[in-house]
């Protein structure tokens, strides 16, 4: 059952902080408008989340309670310092959305609410979840690595965990509802980042509900292609029943190509999926800099070297491959802002440098707009990482390499995940290209081009299409900041920018892990930028497509205007998958991976059905206090990567001497397996070798269950004096380890 008491206190919980950080943003977002309370929940729990980190080091309890009171101390301020009500009052429809998209993936969720490590990583996210619900001060000890804290980005996990304690969730059911929540924020977001650029021109609203249903509900077109596939063969209804939730997050081979309903559908609390609402908030900060006029310097400088890099080490934190993404961001943003960047603060730089002579350098600084933007691209780089020293301080990540040239995608796999959103981004970009002449001459030459290059580099089609969607667009903001440009472009246009830049830089360099997987990391995590980049960029054109005000100018067919027409084929195609996925999680056939019959949000429900036994003796674990360290037997790294492995560590956040092999890359992978090998010798080596190892590892608990037992054989811990059973069942015993009795 769906517990109704829990989940209405917290949505109140999160409405109550949405509607605090909705008040802060009208002060620094007024550019936005009635948009700028869209951004409420992720504004607090940024505010919240940034102050806990920083005084949760010495008691997370008190971190909260400060983050409150900070976050009330400014909603106060922001209240007798601004004329608010107005604006605010016309931002209540965003709440409206936030508890529409709550509910909307809340209740899907409660048809396959498991944290069944076969489906993802759900075994690392409800870990960091537990554990830093487990935890006293930060940083949290790591379930999977006993003694040493994270090596792992985990901001989004520890602010799932404050609204945990806040409401007085339990983990098992605050894992469903966090997801919620950051599905909702996200949603949310997107509404109000395309609704303030859209006002612009008259298309806010549209372009708002356009960005809400492009981040939130849309997929790539792949469920379409096998859509149409299946059609033929079939009515409507099996051609919809056919389609499965899974291959349209895997259309380039050897990669993953999430996007937002996928990701949330499947049920991971993942770095990425939590960092976007921030990532949000931060592009938010950077457009009410883009829309500021120069005279308001003191603003614009606040925004820049103040904001942005807090949100961005908060990002940081969450999720650190947004980092360089929103600093590339920050570059294109003050680059292209009509207000240059020199009067930030660089002015008598400038002066005071040399301007003789025609040198490549002598340029750049005479230009003045790119030195100061790259300057002050590096000053928030540098204050970002003063935001998040605390995680910078604890973080041991090793091994990382940059690589050039991987395997490349296709054309028509790029094609495919990109397609709903290139419908109208290249249009649109083309008619401002060369405003005289039509879309359909513009796009000839432009195709002529790519087919020349295409056969003079084969292979690098991909490449080459997208790095010439980069020029298109770099010249169209160039041409927007002349004074005769008739054919205006805003924000979408940076923005679409950097998603044509991100395609590229991915297909030609990628960050070499010691997992050694290549550039799936890469190109995942930066794809689920490109995702949010692309879906507000679209729905503003949307937006203007469908308006009264100035649009892309689409080619008539005998009369008929195809702008509506357009659209609504994007929206039947992309939302198809939307569709299917809601059949297919609630027709109650037991799939996709843990349906259950009757619909509820308990994560470990799955696993008191499916594994009794072992998960009486994880209860029992559970209910100790602490962090006492526990052994079980480690990840191998030669089976299944996702599987019953470590579950009573993952599970109830107490740390085991080597978890799953992912610590060989989240760490020195050296260290991992010396503990691997350590583990081993604990369950199979001679008593003085087994209880040496015992006190360096300060083992408090030995777990030993059907996984030690296939491992390990018979069980050795009877027969020695120093441990103790003191839980027993016909699957597990768990016993406690004598430290004082130890001898070796």
């Not at 069944?116 to 537990?130: I, N, Q, V, W, Y």
């Not at 109830?652 to 080597?658: L, N, Q, R, S, Y």
Request: proline share 6%; with cysteine; net charge neutral.
């Amino acid at each position: 059952m769906i517990p109704l008491d829990v989940v209405v206190g917290w949505l109140v919980v999160c409405l109550v902080l949405g509607l605090a950080g909705g008040l802060i943003t009208i002060g620094p977002l007024a550019n936005l408008g009635r948009y700028a309370p869209a951004f409420g929940v992720p504004a607090a729990l940024f505010v919240v989340g940034s102050v806990a980190l920083w005084i949760g080091h010495r008691s997370i309890t008190a971190g909260l309670v400060a983050g409150l009171t900070v976050l009330g101390l400014a909603t106060v301020v922001t209240a007798r310092r601004t004329d608010w009500r107005d604006r605010f009052r016309a931002g209540l429809p965003a709440y409206g959305l936030f508890v529409l998209a709550f509910v909307f993936l809340l209740t899907l969720r409660a048809f396959d609410p498991a944290v069944d490590p076969a489906s993802g990583e759900k075994f690392l996210d409800f870990g960091l979840l537990r554990a830093h619900l487990r935890a006293t001060a930060l940083p949290a000890e790591d379930m999977w690595f006993a003694g040493e804290p994270f090596s792992y980005y985990y901001g989004g996990q520890f602010t799932a965990s404050l609204l945990a304690r806040l409401t007085g969730t339990p983990a098992r059911l605050a894992y469903n509802l966090s997801l919620a929540t950051f599905y909702a924020a996200l949603v949310t977001a997107a509404y109000g980042l395309a609704g303030a650029i859209g006002r612009r021109w008259d298309a806010g609203r549209t372009a708002g509900l356009a960005a809400a249903f492009f981040v939130g509900f849309a997929s790539n077109f792949l469920p379409t292609v096998r859509f149409l596939r299946n059609l033929g063969t079939g009515s409507v209804t099996a051609a919809i029943g056919g389609l499965d939730y899974w291959p349209a997050s895997r259309v380039v081979p050897g990669t993953i190509t999430e996007f937002p309903l996928f990701a949330y559908l499947n049920g991971d609390l993942h770095a990425h999926m939590l960092a976007a609402p921030f990532s949000l908030l931060a592009v938010a900060c950077l457009y009410a800099y883009f829309g500021t006029n120069a005279e308001k310097r003191r603003y614009r400088q606040a925004v820049v070297f103040g904001l942005v890099p807090a949100i961005a080490g908060f990002v940081t934190v969450t999720n650190g491959w947004s980092l360089p993404i929103l600093l590339g961001l920050v570059w294109l943003t003050l680059y292209f802002t009509p207000a240059s960047p020199v009067s930030l603060g660089f002015d008598r730089l400038r002066e005071r440098v040399p301007l003789s002579g025609d040198a490549p350098v002598v340029r750049f600084v005479r230009d003045g707009r790119a030195l100061a933007t790259t300057l002050s691209t590096g000053l928030v780089a540098l204050l970002a990482v003063v935001w998040s020293l605390p995680f910078w301080s604890v973080s041991a990540t090793t091994g990382l390499s940059v690589a050039v040239l991987p395997t490349r995608s296709s054309l028509g796999s790029l094609l495919l995940v990109h397609g709903p959103f290139l419908v109208v981004l290249v249009p649109y970009l083309l008619v401002r290209l060369t405003p005289d002449t039509e879309v359909r001459t513009s796009a000839g030459i432009v195709v002529g081009a790519v087919a020349m290059v295409n056969y003079l580099l084969s292979g690098f089609a991909g490449v080459i299409v997208f790095a010439i969607l980069v020029l298109v667009a770099w010249f169209v903001l160039q041409r927007a900041r002349r004074s005769d440009a008739d054919t205006p472009v805003g924000y979408e246009a940076v923005l679409a920018l950097a998603g044509f830049a991100l395609v590229v830089l991915v297909e030609l360099v990628y960050l070499n892990e010691p997992t050694r997987i290549g550039r799936v990391n890469t190109f995942f995590k930066t794809y689920a930028e490109v995702w949010l980049l692309f879906g507000v960029a679209a729905a503003v054109v949307v937006g203007r497509l469908l308006s009264d005000g100035d649009g892309p100018s689409l080619p008539r067919v005998g009369g008929v205007d195809l702008r509506p027409v357009v659209v609504t084929l994007l929206v039947l195609s992309t939302g198809l998958y939307g569709a299917a996925a809601v059949v297919e999680w609630t027709d109650g056939d037991g799939e996709p991976h843990n349906s259950v019959a009757d619909p509820t949000l308990d994560s470990l429900g799955f696993a008191e059905e499916r594994y009794p036994d072992r998960m009486a003796a994880i209860t029992w674990l559970d209910d100790q206090s602490g962090t006492p360290t526990l052994l079980t037997a480690p990840g191998s790294g030669t089976g299944p990567d996702y599987d019953w492995i470590n579950a009573p560590s993952s599970l109830t956040g107490v740390p085991t001497v080597a978890g799953w092999a992912h610590e060989a890359g989240f760490r020195d992978s050296d260290a991992y397996w010396r503990r691997v090998d350590d583990a081993d010798v604990i369950f199979n080596g001679s008593r003085s070798d087994r209880h040496r190892l015992l006190d360096r590892y300060g083992v408090r608990y030995v777990y030993y269950g059907p996984e030690e037992r296939a491992r390990y054989g018979t069980d050795r811990f009877d027969d020695d004096d120093a441990t103790e059973p003191v839980f027993e069942n016909d699957a597990v015993t768990i016993y406690r380890v004598n430290q004082s009795t130890l001898q070796y």
